[in-house]
Structures are given as C-alpha cells and as structure tokens.
C-alpha cells in the first residue's frame, strides 16, 4: 500500500469509528473510612501508646490514595501510635526527596493533609540476604520506626506474573527499598521476580518490623472494590486470594486482534509501566509474549500526574508532538534505567499532530487497507469501559457479542483544523524542540 506525504501530513483515509460501551462487574467498597475503620480493627491491642510508624505511600495511582492514608494515620493515632509517612515508591521521582515528595503531592498526600510528618530520606540499610544472595535494603527513615505499614494496591504486574505480584510484598521489597534496593533488584531482570520477591518480603517480615499493612483492590471503574488490612504474619498467604480478586475483576479491550491501538493517555499514574501491556498486549520485557499484541500502537499525550516520566512510551510505535516536548527525560530515563529494560525509554516516531500520528501507524501496518483496518481508540488502559471501534471491528467481532452495546452510529474521526483529535485537549508545549534529545 502506498501514501502520500501532502503539505506534512498523510494523505491517507482514516476508518470510520463508533463510541461502544462495554459492561463490568463493578462491586464497590462501602465508604473508604468505614472500611478502613471497620479493618483496622485487627491491629487492636498490637499497638502501644506511643509507637512510631512507619506508613508506606507509593506512586502508583491507588484510587482514593489521600483519603485512605489519613484514614489510616488518624486510626494508627487513635490507638496511641505516632505514624509518619515515607514515600515508598522505588527510584520513582527522580529518586529525589523532592521528586517523591512532588508525586504524593500530585495525589493529594501532603503532610498538611495528612497532619502527620513525612520522611523522604533515600538512605538505605541492607537488614541482610536472601537464601539466593539477594541483598536486602530498607529505607533508614523508616527503619528508624517501630513498624512498617504499607498501604498499596494489589494487581497484577506489568512486566512480571507470580503468585504475588503488585501490592504489599513489592511495596516492603521495592518501595521501601528506595533507589538503592529498587536499582538492586531491578538489575537481576524482571524474569526472576515471582521468587526474589516473596523471598525478600519473607526477609522482611521475619525482622518482626511489619505491623501488616492495608491492600486494595480496584474494579473495572479503577474504583476501590475492596479494602483489606493484613497482618503481617498473614501478608504472603493472602497475597495471592487478594491478586486473584484483582484479575478477575480487571478490565480489558474485548477484541484479540487489532491492526492499530490508539492511546489519549500514558503516565505513572495510569500504571508503572505507563500503560498497562495486561491491556495492550504489548510487553517491554522479552520473557513475556502476548498475541494481542497490536500491529502499531499510538501515544497521544502524556497525564498532567505522571509529571514528565514517560516511562513506557518506548513501546508505542508512534507519538506526537505534544508527548515529546513535555518529556522530563531526567524522571523518564531515571526509571526506565532503574529497571533495566532500556526498551521502554526509547522515543518513538513522532508526527506534529494526531491525525498525523493515527495516519502514519495504519500506513505502516502491513497487508491492512485503511479504510477498514481494525483500529481501537482507549482514553487510557485504566479507562476502557467506553471506547472508539472502528466499523468493521465492530461488525466483525463487536456486534451481538454480549457485554458490548454501541453508543452511536459509525462517524469519522472528529478533528481540528489543526489535525489534533476534537475531543483530546492539547497541553501547553513545556519544552522547546531542542530540548527534544534529552538533558543538556
């Protein structure tokens, strides 16, 4: 197939394109201080007046993350205890206080919120060894307390599969870690993580300085479907009931076999790996292959939240220029390094505006016509109960499926005189296209 390229842009006819909705189970939490008043419950008379602890807060987009946190803090100081809150997220922020103190704040968890002081220190201490050699680290702020209490979502990984993967135990391990016991456990590959990581937790666990710590799990809406305190002698146990209620509930695209998937948004707060490959099949990591994998995929713009870290946009095919020129590459490459799976941080060809950039993926996807190429549209991978189909996706494999229903009649894709989608707002330009090649 041949195109055109006229006046900068593609000369190529786009597929019509249908809104379709897709039904979820969507159970939901009661309100999240009573659920967490009504949990928190099992730490009566584990606490003595008194008692610092040590609450874990990432940077992974938990929902409802500021309004848990003070829920647990005020119920940590109803006991007595004096809790204070570490950010516990790796090398993300730039693996600076300040950095990950910024990411918190981005999700509403500031000290002033939470009426409780924060440490943000990167020091580390190795507390020891694993039986396989793994040196284990912890953060020295919140070593200094009398417990560790993370609060974290339990989902399934984006570059690994176990019977633990997101939640509690890669908190302990990885988010306590900082950047020192991230970069450590990162450079033994992502391969090896299903059993560095309930063996390090177990390391943890075993020093008596985990209190237990609070785990959600989201429904399809990334609305909190449950909240969950564990105690520590229960967290490797349930780990993998609580992981199972995740996946079950997970949402996906509904169709196997795309030519092209466009995504509106990619950042940490959508998922670690900027968007979730669990959704878009397309996996950063060699050990994981996925036959969903789309013949292209298009990256849009990036989220306000995940403050310039474009980590993962190394697996789309195609971008624009409103993704490259809000790229903070020191928190982008920072991450991307941390994990050693340097494809993520790549930069893929970009097209000045989004007309351009969908053009360019269908072009290039071999033995597809555009006018009927199988092409999905999704706000993000965290968003997907409602989507753009096109036609002959949706008469080949939508149409009369249950669980689906079309939301209006196939129209074209809407766009600006200036070729940007009229539904996606285009961000202000932070960095100049000088800029585009990384940190002077």
Not at 293 to 320: F, I
Request: charged content about 25%.
């Amino acid at each position: 197939m041949a195109f055109t390229v006229v006046a900068g842009g593609l000369d190529l006819p786009l597929p019509a394109v249908r809104r379709v909705r897709q039904r979820f189970d969507v159970r939901r939490e009661v309100p999240v201080r009573e659920a967490v008043a009504r949990e928190m419950k099992v730490f009566d008379g584990r606490i003595r007046p008194g008692q610092t602890v040590a609450v874990g807060v990432g940077s992974r987009g938990v929902a409802r993350i500021a309004e848990i946190t003070r829920a647990v803090v005020d119920e940590l100081e109803a006991r007595g205890a004096k809790p204070y809150i570490v950010p516990a997220m790796g090398s993300h922020g730039g693996a600076t206080p300040e950095g990950q103190m910024e990411v918190l704040a981005g999700y509403g968890v500031t000290p002033e919120a939470m009426g409780v002081p924060f440490r943000a220190e990167m020091d580390t201490v190795q507390i020891g060894v694993t039986p396989d050699g793994f040196p284990v680290h912890q953060s020295k702020a919140a070593l200094e307390a009398d417990y560790l209490f993370p609060i974290n979502r339990v989902k399934v990984h984006t570059d690994f599969h176990g019977p633990i993967e997101s939640g509690l135990c890669k908190m302990l391990v990885i988010g306590y870690g900082k950047h020192t016991g991230a970069a450590l456990i990162h450079k033994r590959g992502f391969d090896t993580f299903h059993e560095t990581i309930p063996a390090a937790a177990r390391l943890i666990l075993d020093t008596g300085k985990v209190l237990g710590g609070i785990a959600t799990v989201e429904n399809a809406r990334d609305e909190v479907a449950r909240i969950e305190a564990v105690p520590a002698e229960r967290i490797l146990a349930r780990e993998p009931e609580l992981l199972q209620m995740s996946r079950d509930l997970m949402a996906t695209i509904p169709f196997d076999r795309i030519d092209v998937l466009v995504v509106d948004y990619l950042g940490k707060d959508i998922s670690g790996a900027g968007m979730d490959p669990n959704v878009t099949g397309r996996y950063s990591v060699r050990h994981i292959q996925d036959p969903r994998n789309p013949k292209k995929l298009v990256v849009l713009r990036l989220t306000e939240r995940t403050h310039g870290n474009a980590c993962g946009l190394g697996m789309a095919d195609v971008t624009t220029r409103a993704v490259v020129e809000n790229i903070d590459y020191q928190k982008y490459w920072t991450n991307i390094i941390t994990s050693t799976e340097l494809g993520g941080g790549k930069t893929p060809i970009w097209m000045m505006n989004d007309r351009d950039a969908i053009a360019l993926a269908i072009a290039t996807a071999n033995r597809v016509e555009p006018a009927t190429a199988r092409l999905v549209r999704i706000e993000s991978t965290l968003h997907l109960e409602e989507m753009w189909v096109s036609e002959s996706l949706w008469q080949s494999e939508g149409r009369g499926r249950a669980g689906l229903e079309p939301l209006s009649d196939p129209q074209p894709m809407a766009f600006t005189a200036e070729g940007h989608l009229a539904d996606l707002p285009l961000p202000a330009f932070r960095h100049g296209l000088a800029a585009w090649a990384g940190v002077r």
